[in-house]
């Protein structure tokens, strides 16, 4: 009895010091990885999985479409200003990675009269949408990719632009996935982010779904990624240029946004 009651104390210690220090819990969890750290306690708005420092955010799910589909999300967050920032040629290949239900893929689309947006997702009712809505407006460059949650399926060296809005802060496996995303580049091809501005507390999006460029800057850096410019012109967003270097020269530049 006595060895059974010493096992339940140093059982409930254990515990204790666990829930009470997630540090603990984030060493425990990665002691095979040091890329990310799981923790017990964490927000709960995020899936308690830590990158760089920063607890990746949840998933919104496909029951959420309309929310991306919103009237007011022209004046709240201008996407047709985030469309023209992209400086974009008819011959361009896009990939439009967390598509949703393909918002920015459709306004992207009549601009590639020789080029063609690749709509990446990981939920296939997502990309169903986005067919509903190509027989609809009858679009035909638009292409359909469902991604798993490492892997965004695109084809090595055959994107020109990658565009990710309000999205990168939920990928489950953001390192892996961007250096997918990086082998698909064409060399000098770019990667747009666009985020909630995280440094700016007055700005109503919780917290996990905001992001600093310091932040960005760092994680993109971690794969290779060249920060070229931010465009501060978006009510509530940042507008984040990186590129991949096409040069031995180019690699070698500091990202400093």
Partial sequence: MSNFLHFIVTFFVILSCLLLNPTLTAQAA????????????????????????????????????????????????????????LNLKPNDVVADIG??????????????????????????????????????????NIEPILATLTDPNLPPNSVDLVLMVDAYHELE???????????????????????????????????????????????MQAVGLVWR??????PQQHLMVFEKPNSSASRLRKIHP
């Avoid at 997918?180 to 747009?192: D, N």
């Avoid at 985020?195 to 779904?209: A, S, T, V």
């Fill in 99 to 140: 598509a949703g239900t393909g918002y920015f893929s459709f306004r992207i689309a009549p601009l590639l009269t020789a080029g063609k947006v690749l709509a990446v997702d990981v939920q296939p009712e997502m990309l169903e949408l986005i067919e509903l809505f190509k027989k609809e407006k009858n679009i035909t």
């Fill in 173 to 219: 496996y953001p390192q892996e996935v961007m250096q997918v995303i990086v082998k698909g580049l064409k060399p000098g091809g770019r990667v747009v982010l666009v985020e909630y501005r995280g440094e700016n507390p007055f700005i109503m999006i919780k917290g996990l779904h905001k992001m600093t460029q310091k932040q960005v800057s760092k994680e």
């Fill in 229 to 234: 410019e931010t465009k501060n012109l978006l």
């Fill in 30 to 85: 990665t002691s095979s990885s040091t890329v990310y750290q799981q923790r017990l306690i964490h927000s709960p708005d995020g899936i308690g999985k830590y990158y760089m420092g920063r607890e990746i955010a949840k998933v919104m799910g496909y029951t959420g479409a309309g929310w991306l589909e919103r009237p007011s999300r022209e004046p709240e967050e201008q996407p047709s200003k985030v469309v023209s920032l």
